[in-house]
C-alpha cells in the first residue's frame, strides 16, 4: 500500500500558477512508482492517487491467492481514480496517477480524461529488475503490507514491455536519491511546459 493518502499535498509551492498536467505511472508492484508520486507531492505540490487505494478499499476480495489485485479490484479501481482525477485537473496544477497500468485501455482512457479538460499528458513507466521488485514487496509483506508474488509481477512485466504509448521510461535500480535526480530530470521540464508564461497568465 502506499504510504501517501490518495488525495494528500503539501503546499509549499502553492503560488505558482500551472495549466494542468497529467503523469500517468504506471510500472509493476516494487518498481518505484510510491516513490516517485512522493517526490513530486514534495517538490512540485502535485495532487496523487493511486489504483491500490481504491482497490483496496474493497477489502480481502480486492486481492487473489497470488497477491495481485483480482479483476474485479481492477475494474473498481481505475474508473474511480479516473473520476478523482477529474476533479483534480479541474483545479490545474499537476496531477499524478499512479498505478501498474498494465493494459493499453486504462492508459487511453485516462489520457482521454486529460485531453478533456485540455491538459497536457504524459504516460511514464518506473522500471527495474522484476527481481528487484519482488525482494522490495517481499519486505513489505513482513511490514504487514500486501502485494503480488514475483510469478505475477513478471507477468505484468511482459505486459508492459509490449506497449508502444508509453512516452518516458525511468529506471530505479540503484539509490533512492539517484531516483529523485532521474525523476527532476524528467519531470521539471514537464513542469515548465506547463507553466504559462507571466503574461499567458490571467488577471
Request: hydrophobic share 45%; glycine share 6%; net charge positive.
Amino acid at each position: 500500500m502506499p504510504v501517501y493518502s490518495f488525495a494528500w499535498r503539501e503546499r509549499r509551492n502553492a503560488t505558482i500558477v500551472r495549466s494542468a498536467h497529467l503523469i500517468i505511472v504506471c510500472g509493476v508492484p516494487g518498481a518505484g512508482k510510491s516513490s516517485f508520486a512522493l517526490h513530486a507531492v514534495k517538490r512540485w505540490d502535485a495532487i496523487c492517487f493511486a489504483s491500490e487505494t481504491f482497490a483496496e478499499t474493497l477489502g480481502p476480495v480486492a486481492r487473489g491467492p497470488s497477491g495481485d489485485l483480482t479483476p474485479e479490484a481492477i475494474m473498481y479501481a481505475y474508473p474511480a481514480m479516473g473520476a478523482a482525477v477529474e476533479n483534480a485537473l479541474s483545479r490545474d496544477g499537476l496531477v499524478v496517477a499512479v498505478g501498474s497500468f498494465r493494459s493499453e485501455e486504462q492508459r487511453s482512457r485516462f489520457r482521454v480524461i486529460a485531453k478533456s479538460y485540455n491538459a497536457s499528458v504524459t504516460t511514464l513507466r518506473v522500471v527495474c529488475p522484476v527481481e528487484i521488485a519482488a525482494k522490495r514487496i517481499h519486505a513489505r509483506l513482513a511490514l504487514g503490507e500486501r502485494g503480488p508474488d514475483e510469478k505475477a509481477i513478471r507477468k505484468i512485466a511482459d505486459g508492459l514491455n509490449g506497449a508502444d504509448d508509453i512516452d518516458l521510461v525511468l529506471s530505479n535500480d540503484s539509490s533512492i536519491d539517484d531516483f529523485y535526480r532521474r525523476i527532476d530530470a524528467v519531470v521539471e521540464p514537464l513542469i515548465l511546459a506547463a507553466t504559462p508564461k507571466t503574461s499567458d497568465r490571467k488577471p
